[in-house]
């Protein structure tokens, strides 16, 4: 069964203190993985896709990195704006065009 | 472009009674996607359309929940009849291809009493 687990489940930075988030994936044939954020009240918003391991993408202080069985969220000095809760997703190259979400991390960052 | 657009934002309604939730995708995306999004379970994908035609409705709970998507630029959600465990956060998506980004939706807050 195709599965997507985030983890930690809450992170709590001080600003300018880098960290990673984890997402693990089990799925039958990786046809993208995506990080979106997600601030309260409000819908995802898409960040990355990442398609084949060994790739990386980078948007500002975000570093999205990629295996066959984990995705790392890098996030390099992180300010109290970048508090929200970051969300990774898979779909699998069977079964249908169906978008897999993890729990997602919750963030926050402290002045 | 507007991004799509989601209403209402909040609805709250009594226990047995039709809810419609309603969805306009970004303009020339050929898929539509409804979530669902609650504490327990998280961001759960309903039903998903590919030029207006359901693809996989795998998702949908029971037979209450029906979805409809009459032309590109419109597609509705709804329940009835409507029980509490239905309360959540409903997002509509939409993708210009298959495999694509899916841009969501504000959301409709659903409470139902």
């Known amino acids: 069964e195709d599965q997507v687990t985030q983890s930690p489940e809450a992170l709590r930075l001080q600003e300018g203190e880098s960290s990673s988030l984890n997402c693990s994936y089990t799925?039958?044939?990786?046809?993208?993985l995506f990080w979106y954020r997600q601030d309260p009240g409000k819908g995802p918003e898409f960040l990355f896709t990442?398609?084949?391991a060994g790739e990386e993408k980078e948007k500002e202080r975000l570093k999205a990195t990629l295996t066959k069985k984990e995705s790392f969220l890098h996030i390099t000095a992180p300010k109290p704006e970048d508090s929200a809760t970051y969300l990774c997703?898979?779909?699998?190259?069977?079964?249908?065009?169906?978008?897999?979400f993890g729990a997602g991390t919750r963030l926050f960052v402290k002045a | 472009d507007a991004g799509v657009i989601q209403s209402p934002r909040h609805e709250v309604t009594e226990m047995g009674q039709e809810v419609t939730l309603r969805c306009k995708p970004i303009?020339?995306?050929?898929?539509l996607f409804w979530y669902r999004q609650t504490m327990m379970r998280g961001l759960e994908l309903l039903i998903y359309?590919?030029?207006?035609?359901?693809?996989?409705d795998s998702g949908m709970p029971e037979d209450r929940f029906s979805a409809k998507m009459p032309n590109a630029s419109f597609s509705t959600l709804k329940i009835q009849p409507s029980e509490p465990r239905d309360s959540a956060v409903y997002f509509c998506?939409?993708?210009?291809?298959?495999?694509?980004?899916?841009?969501f939706g504000p959301g409709t807050r659903l409470l139902v009493l």
């Open positions: 990442l398609y084949s």
């Open positions: 998506a939409s993708s210009l291809s298959q495999g694509g980004t899916q841009y």
């Open positions: 359309f590919n030029n207006n035609v359901p693809i996989d």
């Open positions: 799925v039958s044939g990786l046809r993208g």
């Open positions: 303009s020339g995306h050929d898929y």
């Open positions: 997703a898979v779909q699998a190259r069977t079964g249908g065009f169906k978008t897999i």
